[in-house]
Each structure stands twice: as C-alpha cells, then as structure tokens.
C-alpha cells in the first residue's frame, strides 16, 4: 500500500464522503467539515502507518499522506474569500475530482 | 493549569510502567530521557530556528524544504519525534496552526502546547472563523494577506516562519530571536521589533 503517491501537485481531489463513526468504533484523521469537499493537492507529505488500524493495534499498511488546501467560503461562510484551510488527508480518503488545477 | 494528577491515576502509571519495562517494551533509562528532551524543549528552540533563518539563507532553505533536518542542524535531537514542517509566511499569505481533532503541537521545537491551543473553543473557531481570532490577539493582517489555516490532522507537526518585522535591521540571531514569541510560531501573533 506505499506504491508511488496516485495524485500528483495540482491534482483536484473530492474527500470521500464517508462517516466511518456511525457505523462503529474507529480512529479517523479525516476532519467532518471537510467530508464530500473538493480541494487541490498541494504536495505528498510521505507514507505513514494508517492511524485506522495503529489506533486498534492492526498490522497497519503505510499509506500516502497529502497536504490538501480547501478554500474557505464555502466550507465555512464565516470565512473571507481568498483565504484557505490546508488539512493533511490520507490517500485512501481522497478520489479524482476532474478537472485538475 | 491542569489539576494535579490523582493518586489512583499515578499508581496506574507505576503499574503500566513496570508492564511495559517486564515486557521489554522500553526500558527507565528511555523513558527518562525521553521525559528530559520533553521538558528541555521550549519555544525558545522554534525561536532560534527563526532567527537564524532570517540571517541566514541557507539555513532558510534547509528550514522550509525539511523541518527535522533544520532543528537537528540545531542540536535539536527529532529521534522518534513526527516530522516537522515549516509553513513561510509572506507579505500576501499568513499561516494559523490548529489541531481540530485533538491537540497535535510541534512539541519537540516548541515543547507542551498552551491550555487555549487545547481549548475547544480554539479548535473550532480557529478554522472556521480564523480572522476573528486572530483579532482577539491584536493580529490585525494588512489587506490583501491570504490567512491559511493548517489544521494539523495527521502524522506532520507545523511551526510556522514569521515574516521578519522592519525596524531589526542589523540584529544579531540572538537579539531576533528574543523577539520571536510562541504565540508567533503557532500564528496567533506576528513578531513586533519594539
């Protein structure tokens, strides 16, 4: 599972919509406000142990870990436009959003 | 401040101490030098990685291409600590370092974390409404300055580089570093030279 990084810097990528919580116990690094969200890879960060299964003390595979930069408005409308959120969001919760940037 | 810890939470501790050193997991010896690393490291560690950025380009490249290789330039032991990222910021891009799902801190450059950047009230709004935060601190940003919100949610810890303020023209590392505050490194406060 430490293959070559799937996306590239520039890369659109949508987080997976997905709630692992409400189907049982788990460890997610994955913040809610950013689930079903389209933002922009900024760079791979590396290959870490997945933290799902190191939580539970499972044999964890590494996984590609990625800065992502989300812009503010619309994720929160508090925020200005022009300003961002950048999350480190691992491979396996990220799939291609078309598009590019 | 935190209360002091219980007497039944301390015998837990002994309890799982003597497991883990019965197992050969870690020995006393690791633990306390693990626990002398911890209370040795402070801000003041982040600070002088700052100043001799600022006064030094080659160091200012190593500190933004590699964090852990920057602290330990440094004398600065990262054994077993996450790796560090360092996030510039510029006169149009302001970095604000937060851990919304627990605590994450570059404790090993800037050691325990404050009680507000654990605070639930930190956490949330830091994301959601960072320029209202950062008014509370008397960090008022130029127009057009970008505010990036690192939300620190996985394996990396963020320190961030201040932008160096007018007015130290001519300081030594030691002189800017003492200007370079905690609050700066995490992104709540900008560096003031008076």
Redesign the interface.
């Known amino acids: 599972m430490s293959e070559a990084p799937r996306f590239a810097p520039g890369s659109a990528v949508r987080v997976k919509d997905d709630w692992p919580e409400r189907r049982g116990p788990c460890h997610i690094?994955?913040?809610h406000?950013i689930r079903g969200r389209v933002g922009r890879v900024v760079r791979p960060?590396?290959a870490?142990p997945n933290?799902e299964d190191l939580a539970f003390a499972r044999p964890a595979p590494r996984r590609t870990?990625y800065h992502v930069?989300f812009d503010?408005p619309p994720i929160?409308q508090?925020?200005?436009p022009?300003?961002?959120?950048?999350?480190?969001?691992?491979e396996h919760w990220l799939e291609p959003a078309g598009g590019g940037a | 401040m935190a209360a002091p810890p219980r007497p039944e939470s301390l015998a837990l501790l002994e309890r799982l101490l003597a497991a883990l050193e019965a197992k050969g997991i870690v020995t006393a010896a690791e633990i306390a030098e693990r626990q002398a690393i911890t209370d040795r490291a402070s801000p003041k560690i982040g600070a002088r990685m700052v100043a001799r950025a600022w006064t030094d380009p080659a160091y200012r490249a190593l500190l933004l291409a590699d964090g852990t290789a920057a602290a330990e330039a440094m004398g600065v032991s990262m054994a077993g600590a996450p790796p560090l990222g360092v996030l510039e910021n510029t006169p149009t891009r302001h970095h604000l370092v937060v851990c919304t799902l627990c605590s994450c801190y570059p404790r090993a450059v800037l050691g325990y974390p404050p009680g507000w950047y654990k605070s639930f009230a930190y956490r949330a709004r830091a994301v959601r409404e960072p320029r209202a935060v950062l008014a509370e601190w008397g960090t008022h940003l130029p127009e057009g300055v970008e505010v990036r919100v690192v939300d620190s949610t996985a394996d990396y810890r963020w320190m961030v580089l201040p932008m160096r303020p007018e007015g130290t023209e001519g300081w030594d590392e030691a002189r800017l570093a003492a200007i370079v505050t905690r609050d700066a490194l995490v992104g709540v406060a900008v560096p003031k030279a008076g």
């Open positions: 690094r994955t913040p406000y960060l590396g870490f933290p870990l930069l503010q929160w508090e925020g200005r022009g300003d961002t959120i950048l999350v480190e969001v691992f």
